[in-house]
């Protein structure tokens, strides 16, 4: 069965310090892989999406990035945070062609 | 615009209540509708998809409908428990299972089920 997994479950970062999160997908090949942010009180919000290794589309500008170094792993990263970062960051997978995005557990983002 | 506006914001019920909460969406091309649970601190978990052609689907105590031609769309919880307290969010989707799955989101029904 697929499983995906995210880390840390909750992080506290000072403002300028740099950041990197964690998702990993296991028994699926070659998933698109998602990055959402989930500020309080507002829906999830469309970060970046890939289709393949090192095939990274970005849907906001802003301050991070996000890489794709094996097919089943996809990094968030930031060099320098801004208070405006906090929030519920959320990977998800899919197989391309079918409807269903399964979300991990998330990461607990407070920039301070 | 493609937006997704859920109502109730909040909604607390007893124990063993029924409640509906609804979701209203401009989303064109409309491909499918999904619900999700999001328990607080934890990644949404899926409990309906329906496709334009299905305008019911149940997943135990809980039943979706779907109206594609006024797009709309409604989640009854029937019998409610303790563990049904969760964000409930209604998600749409355009494409029709294509490569990138973009999805539209509602900032979802907080719902509260107390003894």
């Known amino acids: 069965s697929q499983t995906i997994h995210q880390w840390p479950a909750t992080l506290v970062q000072p403002v300028g310090s740099p950041l990197s999160l964690e998702c990993t997908v296991e028994g699926t090949s070659n998933p698109n892989l998602y990055w959402y942010r989930q500020a309080a009180g507002r829906g999830l919000q469309l970060l970046f999406y890939?289709?393949?290794?090192?095939?990274i589309s970005s849907e906001v500008p802003q301050n991070l990035s996000a890489s794709r170094p094996q097919d089943r792993q996809f990094i968030l990263s930031s060099k320098k945070l801004l208070l405006s970062d906090s929030g519920f960051y959320l990977c998800?997978?899919?197989?391309?062609?079918?409807?269903?995005?399964?979300f991990g557990p998330g990461t607990r983002l407070t920039v301070t | 615009k493609n937006q997704v506006e859920q109502s109730p914001q909040s909604l607390i019920i007893l124990e063993g209540k029924n409640c509906t909460l609804q979701c209203n969406y401009t989303v064109s091309p409309f491909s499918n509708l999904r619900w999700y649970k999001q328990d607080t601190g934890r990644g949404p978990v899926s409990l309906t998809i329906?496709?334009?052609?299905?305008n019911t689907k149940s997943n135990g105590r809980y039943t979706a409908t779907l109206d594609a031609d006024t797009k709309q769309s409604s989640l009854h919880i029937t019998a409610s428990q303790l563990s049904d307290s969760a964000s409930y969010i209604c998600?749409?989707?355009?494409?029709?299972?294509?490569?990138?799955?973009?999805?539209?989101f509602g900032r979802g029904t907080q719902l509260t089920v107390w003894p």
């Open positions: 890939s289709v393949g290794i090192g095939q």
């Open positions: 998600v749409v989707s355009p494409d029709r299972g294509s490569t990138l799955g973009r999805l539209y």
């Open positions: 329906m496709t334009f052609s299905e």
């Open positions: 998800a997978w899919k197989t391309s062609g079918t409807y269903e995005q399964y």
